[in-house]
Each structure stands twice: as C-alpha cells, then as structure tokens.
C-alpha cells in the first residue's frame, strides 16, 4: 500500500468519514448524567425522521444493520406469523433467515441476483393470501450484493392492489441518504438503516423508523424483548432511556455532525450528487465493457443503486485488480458478495464500487483513472476513454 497520498476505502460501508466528524468525537467524555447530550440526542430524532423523510418515530439503538433487522421483527412479529420476504442478494436472504430464526413462518420470493423486484409478483403472492394471514413483506431498498434498487413504490402500490394489510418493511442500510428515499409518500411502515454508510458515521449506531400503524400492529407482538423494544426508545425524554443504558456519546457526536452536513447540503442535492457520481461511473464501466469482460451487474439503469456498483470482470481478473489498486494505487474496492456458490473460483470475477456518502467528482475521477491504471498494467482487455466518457457525465450536470 502507497505511504504517500490519503487511502480511499471505497466500499460500500464502512464509508469515508468526513474530517468534521471524526474531530466532532475527538474530545472527552460527557456527562452523561445532564446537559448537551441530552439536548444533541434530543435533536438527532427530527432530523434523522427528515433523512428518511417521515413524520413518524425513530427508535436509535447501538447496533449495526444485522441488529435492526432483529430489532424491527421482533417489535412486530408473534412466533408463526407469516413473513414475505423479497429476496435479491444475500442481504434480502438475511434478514428473511433473521425472520426464519425468530419463528415466522417465511414465504420467499426469490428474484435471482440480477434483478429487481418484481412488484406484480409480489401482488400475486398477497392475492393468494386469501386470509390475509401474511403480517409483512421485507424488502431490501438497495441489496449491496447485487447493487439491485428496489421500486418500493411500486411495492407498496401492489400491496394496495392486492387489497392486503401486511407491514411493509423496508431495509434502507445501504440506501439511507444515497438513493431517493420517501419513507411516507412510498407507504413504508417500518424503515431500517445503520450508521456508516450514508450516514457517514462509525459504524455502530442502528435506527428503526416506523409509523404509528405499525406501532399498533406490533402492540401485541410477542417476540418483543426487553432491549429491542421500540417503544420505550421512541418515548424517552431522556438520554439514559433513548439507549436503555449508557449512550454511544461518541457517535452521537460524530452522527450530529453529519446530520448537519446533509442538512446544509440538503437531501435532494445529496441524493443528486449521487445520481451524478453513479452515472459518471456507469459509463466509465460501460467504455471500458465495449473492449473486455467488464460487466455491471445490473444491466437495467432503473434498477442500479446510486450508492454502490456489482461489477463481473472475467474471474480472476476482479481480484486482481482489487489487489492492484490496494497495492499501487491507495484504494480499497468492495469484494463480491454472495453472487456465486461458496469455494466457486468465479467469485473471483466479481467486485464492486461504492459511491456513497462522502464523495466529490476528484475522488470518483481518481478511483476511474486508478482502475484504467490498474487494467493496464495487468494486462486485462478492456475499451479505452472511459474518463472521457465519465467526464462527459460530469459536465453535464
Ligand atoms: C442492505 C444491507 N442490509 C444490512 C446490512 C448489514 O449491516 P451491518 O453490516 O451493519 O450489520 C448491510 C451491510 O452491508 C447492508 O448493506
């Protein structure tokens, strides 16, 4: 790895932390008895429920993603209710296995690995449900395995369609603050998301967003625990109780500098500036496909996430340039994730490139110059003027 220069971990998660809020947490322990981190904490609730564009209730837990994927079932499910998991990627996979392991009876749809999913499916299984025994669908916004981007709009209108009351559950870890996000214009009852992503803060902070319907629907859930409960966290006045016990202070330093940054960024300009650095990449990644093996995972743009790209070269060619970038050029790519069989040597075709939370055109244009770099001196096939083409992206915005 280069001495020289700032590394750039561009993996879809942890994500690069801004210089503000790593110095946010460089000071010492609060009190945490009285005092500022009660007022910041206070403050995080509104202006996390702005991110994710709800006027409903947010539950702040210590804990990462696979946390509130425990967290939000068992605030809603009794043992045997029936769960519809969609399923695209090995994200999808885990939470419904969350779901599986809590003892829901799950109904998955799987969708394969490079695709959407399909909302008239999803209106087809509702339909069948005759007794409307089914208590809620999962759906997974962005699949980070697949880089797959969900229409939850377009679930929820299914769900509608189908005249079915199920929850719908949406897992916004990868896309919170990213992608576009409308958790109440898109009918979301239960959002989920972690901290390190687009939230551009150390990961350990998990957030359970939710609407009063499916507060009442999970009044009764029998799966609750005492330290999952959202209840008492959504309610709290007070530091101690939005916890259930000491505070994460540090991170709730670290994620009140955030907050603010996407606030004076302001959340359209931060989902756009990710459309931007994504299409710029897609096309690098379309111009260097015309001459080799590389591929984006997801063909269709409508269905790629603003926040990370799966990309295939011919195996083994994706780790090797993985290497070479770790190696020569001071970045950090994302592996591939679940696309293939375990021990299947074509895991080794596939990587992927992350575009979210703290990023400016430099930084993308040098991970493009760094790949063409990196394809060069491996020898790897591949179309050229792919920084023209993601310059031409850049100068149109
Ligand atoms: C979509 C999605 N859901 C859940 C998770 C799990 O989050 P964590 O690794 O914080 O447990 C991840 C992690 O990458 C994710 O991308």
């Known amino acids: 790895m280069p001495d020289t220069g700032r590394h750039y971990l561009a993996i879809p998660g942890p994500s690069v932390m801004p210089d503000a809020v790593l110095q946010a947490m460089h000071r010492p322990a609060p009190n945490i008895y009285t005092g500022e981190i009660h007022d910041i904490t206070r403050s995080l609730v ?32 009794s043992r045997g209710d029936k769960v519809l998991a969609l399923v695209n990627g090995r994200f999808g996979e885990g939470w419904a296995n969350v779901a599986d392991a809590l003892g829901a009876q799950v109904q998955r749809i799987d969708f394969g690995l490079c695709a959407a999913p399909d909302p008239a499916r999803v209106q087809q299984a509702l ?5 409307q025994s089914i208590k ?19 679930i929820r209108q299914a769900m509608d369609a189908a005249g079915h009351p199920a929850l719908l559950m949406v897992d916004c870890v990868a896309s919170l603050a990213c992608d576009r996000f409308e958790m109440d214009a898109w009918g979301v ?13 150390p ?18 859930a029998n799966c609750r625990t005492p330290y999952w409960d959202w209840a008492p966290r959504i309610d709290a006045d007070e530091v101690y109780r939005y916890f259930d016990g000491t505070s994460p202070t540090h991170h709730i330093f670290a994620l009140r500098k955030a907050l603010d940054m996407i606030h004076d960024e302001g959340i359209e300009q931060v989902w756009a500036r990710h459309d931007l650095f994504a299409r710029a990449y897609w096309a690098a990644f379309d111009a260097w ?17 603003r926040a990370v790209t799966t990309l295939r070269l011919d ?12 190696d020569k050029a001071g970045v950090t790519l994302g592996i591939g994730l679940g696309m293939v069989p375990p021990g299947d040597p074509a895991a080794d ?14 930084m993308v244009m040098g991970v493009i110059g760094a790949m063409d770099a990196g394809m060069k001196a491996l020898g790897i096939a591949h179309g050229e003027r792919a920084a023209d083409a993601a310059a031409q992206v850049m100068a149109s915005a």
């Open 127 to 131: 339909a069948a449900d005759t007794a």
């Open 189 to 201: 009852d239960v959002a989920i998301s972690a901290s390190q992503k687009g939230l551009m803060t």
């Open 203 to 220: 990961p350990g902070m998990g957030f359970i967003f939710c609407n009063d319907r499916a507060r009442r629907a999970g009044a009764t």
């Open 289 to 305: 496909g015309q001459g080799g093996s590389m591929r984006i995972n997801m063909t269709d743009p409508a269905t790629r996430s």
């Open 46 to 77: 509104p202006d996390l429920c702005a991110v994710a564009r709800t006027a409903g209730h947010v539950a702040m837990y210590i804990g990462n993603g696979h946390a509130m994927w425990e967290a939000s079932l068992t605030n809603v499910l």
């Open 136 to 154: 809620a669908v999962t759906v997974t916004h962005v699949d980070t395995a697949t880089s797959a981007l969900a229409d939850v709009s377009a």
């Open 315 to 326: 195996p083994p060619q994706g780790t090797a340039l993985r290497e070479w970038l770790i």
């Open 349 to 362: 075709g596939y990587f992927r490139v992350a575009h979210m939370g703290h990023v400016n055109m430099n």
